[in-house]
């Protein structure tokens, strides 16, 4: 009896493990989600301030800087002037203090004006023109935020948002936010 006793007390364990586990996991995941909802909260406010809106519709008026496409941006140095013009534009040192009061939560920002080209950005992006990608479209087209997976870039998560920039209610252009899942991780495990 107490070998039957045992081996259904050892069963009932293993058979609780998995579900403890998968809530604890389910929990983390909860609680990250949560995080990244309140900094798609906080890009919305950085996209709808006066200095993000009127540089898009500066943008917006000019277009593209002639000639440049992805494959010719690949090209161009981070020291660059084209390349320290969008981080050292009023709009671009904006994102850059927007960043630094997030407490290495949010590790990058760049924005796009209608065309997807960009008008500032805190570090150089790896393509100049981003229409055609969901991080561009979906808040363009659909005046909504987006939200993409998790990737794995040098040993961290990071996890994409995009708002849209409105004018009169109608998007104008796009903000992406780079945040540090392995950093949300993290927190919420403290």
Same mark, same amino acid.
């Not at 943008?59 to 660059?80: F, H, S």
């Given at each position: 009896?107490?070998?039957? !006793?045992?081996?259904?007390?050892?069963?009932?364990?293993?058979? !609780?493990?998995?579900?403890?586990?998968?809530?604890?996991?389910?929990?983390? !995941?909860?609680?990250?989600?949560?995080?990244?909802?309140?900094?798609?909260?906080?890009?919305?406010?950085?996209?709808?301030?006066?200095?993000?809106?009127?540089?898009?519709?500066?943008?917006?008026?000019?277009?593209?800087?002639?000639? !440049?496409?992805?494959?010719?941006?690949?090209?161009?140095?981070?020291?660059?002037?084209?390349?320290?013009?969008?981080?050292?534009?009023?709009?671009?040192?904006?994102?850059?203090?927007?960043?630094?009061?997030?407490?290495?939560?949010?590790?990058?920002?760049?924005?796009?004006?209608?065309?997807?080209?960009?008008?500032?950005?805190?570090?150089?992006?790896?393509?100049?023109?981003?229409?055609?990608?969901?991080?561009?479209?979906?808040?363009?087209?659909?005046?909504?935020?987006?939200?993409?997976?998790?990737?794995?870039?040098?040993?961290?998560?990071?996890?994409?948002?995009?708002?849209?920039?409105?004018?009169?209610?109608?998007?104008?252009?796009?903000?992406?936010?780079?945040?540090?899942?392995?950093?949300?991780?993290?927190?919420?495990?403290?």
């Amino acid at each position: 009896m107490r070998r039957v !006793m045992g081996m259904a007390v050892v069963a009932v364990v293993l058979l !609780m493990a998995p579900m403890t586990w998968a809530a604890s996991v389910f929990e983390v !995941m909860a609680d990250i989600q949560e995080r990244i909802t309140w900094q798609v909260w906080n890009a919305n406010g950085w996209a709808a301030s006066p200095i993000v809106v009127d540089a898009v519709i500066a943008q917006n008026k000019k277009g593209p800087i002639p000639g !440049m496409d992805n494959a010719k941006w690949k090209t161009v140095p981070e020291n660059d002037a084209i390349v320290q013009g969008f981080i050292n534009n009023e709009t671009g040192k904006f994102l850059q203090a927007e960043l630094a009061k997030t407490e290495g939560v949010c590790v990058g920002a760049f924005l796009n004006a209608a065309n997807g080209e960009k008008v500032a950005f805190s570090e150089k992006t790896g393509s100049y023109i981003h229409k055609g990608s969901a991080k561009f479209d979906a808040p363009f087209t659909t005046g909504k935020a987006w939200q993409g997976a998790a990737e794995l870039e040098d040993k961290v998560y990071i996890i994409q948002i995009s708002v849209p920039v409105l004018s009169e209610g109608k998007p104008i252009g796009a903000l992406v936010v780079e945040i540090d899942g392995t950093k949300l991780e993290g927190l919420v495990k403290k």
